[in-house]
Every structure is written in C-alpha cells, then in structure tokens.
C-alpha cells in the first residue's frame, strides 16, 4: 500500500518538474527570438559580444591578443573620421582590437595610386586614443600582432539585396564563428568602410569622436589661426576682445553641382545656399554683437579662379567683418605647408574653437563639428539652444529658415538616433535640441 502512495507521489514530482522544464524552455525561446537580427538594430548592438569571446588578454574588456583590420580610409577628413569610427565600433562588436589603418592624405579615392596614405598618429593622438577610450575601443599597431602569416579575410557583403539585416547578421556569425575566431587577426576586405552598413547610434560615434585628439602640431597651427582671427578683427575694430563667428561657406561649383542634383534626387530646396543667402541669414543671427569677426572657412581656389568671386568678403551687414584665409595671410605661412587632410584638419580645429559656428546641414565636414559643440554645450548643461543665453557653443544652419525666412536654423546633434544616418548624408530635420 505504501509502495503504491509513493509511486503516486513520484508520479506527481515527475510530471511537476518536466511542467517546469517546458516552462524554461519556452521562456528561453522568447529571450532568443528577442534579439533577431531586426530587433537587434533597435538596441545598442555595438554591445552584443558573443558568449565564448571573453579572454583574459584584454583591456577593460577589449582583448588585446585579437586583431581586425580594415581596408585604407579614403575621402574627405570627416568621411575618414566617421569610417574610422565604423571600423572601431565593428571591432568592438567583435571583441578585437583595431588595427591602426591608414588615412589618406589627398582626395584621389578612385586611383589607388594617388592615395597618398598617412598613418593614423600623423594626425590623432594613438596612445591618448586608447587611454580616453579604454574600455570601449582599442587601437593596435602592426606590429603587435605576432603572425602576420596567418590572417583570415572576411569580404563584407555588397549590393542593393544586401540589406542592412543580412549585414548584422553576418558580422554576428562571423564574430561566433570559433573557426574564425581563431586567427590572431581578421582581415576585413570589401567596400570601403565608410559604405558600409550603419548599426550604431550616435552617442556611440560621438564616443570615438571625442577620442579622437589631433596632434600637437595640428592643434598649434590651430591656435595660430585663430590669434591671427581675433588679432585681425582687434585691429580693424579697434576693440578687445570681440567675438569670432566661423561660417563654413559651401559655394564652390562643384558643390553647387552636386547639391542641385541632390535637391533633385530628394524633392527638396533646403540644401543649396546662395552668397546672398548665407550673408543675409548669418547678418540676422540673434543677440550676434557687433563688432564681429567673421571666418569664412570656404576653398582657396574659390577666390582665386574669378575675381568676381572675391565678392565672398563684401556685402556683409554693418559690424560684420569678415576674413579668410588669404586677407589673414595664413593660407602659405600655415595651411601651404601640408597636404589637404592636414589644411582640413586645422580647419575643422578653428570652426570648432570659434563663438558661434554657422555651416550647411548637408555637410559632413559642418555636420561633426556641430556634433562636437553639442557635446561640449552638454557638458555644460545645455540640452538645447532654443532660447537666447550664455551657451558659448552655439551652432546654426544657413540652409534652413528658422523663426522667419530671414533668419538660419538653431542647430544642435539629436544624440538619441539611432544611427549616424542624417549626418554622414546631411539632413534638413534639425532642430535646437539635442534629445
């Protein structure tokens, strides 16, 4: 009788635990469905790491022993930034360390031969790089990696059926893939980086960026231009200190062209902006005080292929006073003695430097360095610059009426999308608020 209670009982515990089993198992499922490649695009996949992954040669997470490199970088400073950005976050999400790739110094990106490659320490600062970015991403010289005999290429997918998905997914199998993740290094090979897919966010660029110091040279050539602005405006002002305004001025005819096509391509009238334009907008910018200096970051070739052209530093408002780099007299003492990477480089160091910073919205070279004054307006505790105060990053957008037509748009990063889309393309959806 005994014998029988207790068979019953076991029954019971059998079937108990096997409801338990089942209740596990579709808990699990659900957990996994989660993160498909799809929804994975909503979270930070720039955190996704695969499980057998954790080693103990690693830096703050990053391993040490582990190598990614990437084709040579190409194009203007500030795709070459945002590819070099993608490339450190596709090594994070693969737990390797970045190669340092090389840069290209000139603008010949279809001829290899015309590259012109330059280290990535010619310009940024390495050993400041990884301490600033500990933890996050790494850099690696080749040096560090002890076989160079033995390196596996990985070739990224291309083309219109090769979906921004399908491109997660592979770097998720490839990156959980032992057989792959036993080669000391991962040569990526492909389209160059700055084409590739987009599967961060922007505080996760912004992060790369902020590492990203240039070189003492750089900065100090930096520094001299922007003495020689204020000095120039103190001079013919007879005043000190006045403020300094940066204009980042697209009028050069090849950008005309292309940002008529653009307009085109996309329906929209908000990318091209006249001479007119520009100098009607900044001149109503407001509380702007007068006397003023004005930097008007713009080619040199621009003023020297017409003299019409040179019109660029007349027809400004009372109290503007505008210069650029030839009437400062910086265009041979400083920006002659380097290549256009380095000439681009120290621009992109006096635009940030200056009072306020006016550019055009579908500039990737105006669309970083507002990213960047967000950032440090943040720092302040200013999330938006809606309303007229002592935010010394102050940023607009001479393409894209504000309060009235008159007028540019408050400028400010939006630091919650969820990729770097609006600005590696340029958007005319900006707002004073950063999110």
């Not at 012109?116 to 400041?128: A, L, M, N, S």
């Not at 900065?219 to 204009?247: L, Y």
């Not at 720092?379 to 938006?384: A, I, P, R």
């Not at 990063?413 to 005319?428: D, E, K, P």
Request: charged content about 25%; some cysteine.
């Amino acid at each position: 009788m005994n014998s029988c209670k207790n068979l019953r009982v076991f029954s019971k515990s059998v079937a108990c635990k096997c409801v338990a089993l089942v209740g596990i198992a579709l808990f699990y499922r659900a957990l996994l469905l989660s993160y498909s490649p799809r929804n994975a695009l909503s979270n930070n996949t720039s955190l996704i790491r695969p499980p057998h992954m954790s080693d103990s040669s690693s830096t703050g997470g990053i391993r040490t022993d582990k190598f990614l490199e990437v084709p040579q970088i190409v194009w203007g400073l500030n795709n070459q930034k945002i590819a070099f950005a993608r490339a450190c976050l596709t090594a994070r999400m693969m737990n390797r360390t970045l190669l340092m790739p090389s840069l290209s110094a000139s603008l010949f990106y279809k001829e290899v031969d015309k590259l012109r490659p330059i280290p990535f320490d010619k310009v940024f600062q390495f050993e400041r790089f990884n301490s600033l970015c500990s933890g996050f991403v790494r850099l690696a010289r080749f040096s560090d990696v002890r076989n160079r005999t033995q390196v596996f290429d990985l070739e990224k997918g291309s083309g219109r059926r090769w979906t921004i998905e399908r491109d997660l997914e592979h770097l998720k199998q490839s990156a959980s893939n032992k057989s792959i993740d036993e080669f000391e290094a991962i040569r990526l090979i492909g389209k160059n980086p700055f084409l590739w897919h987009d599967h961060w966010p922007v505080e996760d660029y912004a992060k790369v960026f902020e590492c990203m110091v240039v070189v003492d040279e750089i900065s100090r050539e930096a520094d001299k231009v922007v003495m020689k602005i204020r000095e120039a405006g103190e001079k013919v002002a007879r005043a000190s200190p006045i403020p300094f305004v940066a204009v980042h001025m697209r009028i050069e005819i090849d950008w005309m062209i292309h940002c008529k096509k653009l307009e085109q391509r996309k329906k929209i009238s908000e990318i091209c902006s006249s001479k007119r334009e520009i100098m009607e907008r900044v001149g109503n910018i407001s509380g702007l005080k007068t006397p003023t200096v004005l930097y008007l970051a713009v080619a040199d070739t621009l003023l020297e292929e017409k003299e019409e052209d040179s019109s660029v530093l007349t027809g400004w408002r009372d109290g503007l006073i505008p210069f650029e780099k030839k009437k400062l007299g910086v265009k041979e003492e400083i920006y002659g003695k380097y290549s256009y990477l380095i000439q681009s480089a120290i621009d992109y160091e006096v635009c940030l430097r200056a009072d306020v910073f006016v550019g055009n919205s579908f500039s990737t070279f105006s669309s970083l360095i507002v990213l960047e004054r967000t950032q440090k307006a943040r720092k302040l505790g200013f999330m938006s610059s809606c309303e007229d105060g002592e935010n010394k990053w102050r940023s607009y957008a001479y393409n894209l009426a504000g309060e009235s037509m008159r007028v540019p748009r408050r400028w400010m990063t939006n630091m919650t999308h969820s990729s770097l889309q609006a600005i590696s393309y340029g958007s005319n959806s900006v707002s004073c608020s950063s999110g």
